[in-house]
């Protein structure tokens, strides 16, 4: 893999971890303070969801199809605060990001528009500007990691609570974690908490991560007929693999043969 460029010449983690970019067979990757990718960008096709989790983050929309607000904890390379400006042309986004040195990157190197009157991305503590700013958002995504793992101001059940008083009454939380975690079960169980148990766990199809989407009230549409139908048209809309996102559905969470129990 290819060193493309260094922002800083000295590793570190933490909320201003070194950034480097890297590139290897046409993807060029983010990293933070450590080899571990944390987000890839086909140089051809710079709005394609390469990783296998941000493409299963976008799981929400089998429950939460227009949002409106979008709030994004964590910019990294920018992979999904793009996909979310090509294809949902009605949402105004906020993306927060702490380092200042990744917002340099992103939009240097991966891609990620200037600010207009449906994108903005702040230089800020997502944890602390979350719990300033209720009822914010009907959607907030979450992928908040340096170099080694998930930052800890953003897994505390002080900021779920503070995410589940930012979305309206419909709204939803989707976060990112690392399903081998030593925390994981922890993690999950703090969000259960502070959404009442409306919890859903998507793996996604790259071994790993484990997508977490936590909702306000319980969805409308949970039986496997209606999600599937509702899959095929994401499919032909989108071209993710939604259908696949349904199914794996069947591993981590409580259900019957007609539906998921949430």
Known sequence: ??????????????????????EKDGIRYLHLGSDTIQSGMRITDPDELVLAYTRTMMSFLLFAPRPQRIVCVGLGGGSVSKWLYRHLPQARQTVLEHNARVIVAARQYFGVPPDDTRFQVLRADGAQWIAEHPNCADLILVDGYDGESQVAELATLEFYRAAARALDRDGALVVNLWGSDRHFNEYLLRIETAF???????????????????????????????????ARALEKLY???FARFV???KRLNPHTERGLLI
């Open 239 to 241: 071209g993710l693999e």
């Open 1 to 22: 893999m290819n060193l493309l460029s260094k922002l800083n010449g000295r590793r570190r983690r933490g909320p201003e971890a070194s950034v480097e970019v890297s």
């Open 247 to 249: 199914e794996v559905m």
């Open 196 to 230: 009442m148990g409306r919890v859903l766990c998507v793996p996604a199809l790259q071994k790993g991560n484990i997508i977490v989407l936590a909702f306000r009230r319980r969805p409308a549409q949970t039986s496997w007929d209606a999600l599937l139908v509702r």
